[in-house]
């Protein structure tokens, strides 16, 4: 798997290891008097022989907009479609765990959005019951679509 450095939307990269970055981010928002949110997603595109997955980390200002940061990586292999969607929910719970020490330094519940869709119509559904159960039995709180925000549009985005 080839990873790429965190960055900001804008394309800056993150000069501090990662956890130390979303830190400086909740103390500064917070002297700013923003309340925040944070909102963790992934998404995947399979370009030909290549997967490609985007991973946001999303500070939502409440009535105030929102910013984020952001990491591609691809991986060289073929994968159905269940085992795509449980691997980009393990790269946000991972993260999650990653970073939680600093969610609840600031007293932060974070969101974990799943792009997987509720309507059994769509082939994502097949992952979804085994998505929520992973995320909710970690704690967390699970958003899948139309409500992931985070994975279904802001890594959507990047991966498009």
Known sequence: ????????FGGTFLSEPLAEEVNKALIAERKAGHTIQVC??????????????????VFVRKGKGA??????????????????????V?????????????????????????DIN??????SNAALSEAMG????????????PHAFASSSCANKIVQ
């Open 90 to 114: 393990d790269k946000t719970v991972q993260l999650t765990l990653q970073l939680s020490a600093v969610f609840d330094k600031h007293s932060i519940a974070p969101e974990l959005h799943v």
């Open 40 to 57: 963790l997603g992934t998404d995947s595109q399979v370009k030909g022989a290549v997967i490609e997955f985007a991973t946001v980390i």
């Open 134 to 145: 992973y995320v909710s039995g970690m704690g967390w709180i699970c958003k899948a679509k």
């Open 67 to 88: 910013f984020l940061f952001l990491r591609k990586e691809l991986l060289h292999r073929k994968m159905g479609i269940r085992e795509r969607m449980l691997m980009e």
């Open 118 to 123: 509720t309507d059994a119509a769509y082939k």
């Open 1 to 8: 798997m080839e990873q790429q450095q965190w960055r900001r």
